[in-house]
């Protein structure tokens, strides 16, 4: 089945996968499981925190 898969190519080289990481670090939980649109509002609050205190 994966001799049927097509390479995904970036500038004629074959792509790395992605450096994503697989737990959600605001619940610890799987990401590719349930729904996490209160731990995207949880990071983007801190990113704004965060960005606030440098200015």
Do not use: F, Y
């Amino acid at each position: 089945m994966t001799a049927l898969r097509r390479t995904v190519r970036l500038r004629s080289a074959p792509m790395r996968p992605l450096d994503l990481n697989v737990m959600c670090d605001q619940c610890n939980k799987s990401r590719a499981h349930g729904n996490h649109t209160k731990c995207s509002k949880l990071r983007q609050a801190e990113a704004v925190e965060r960005r606030s205190q440098n200015n």
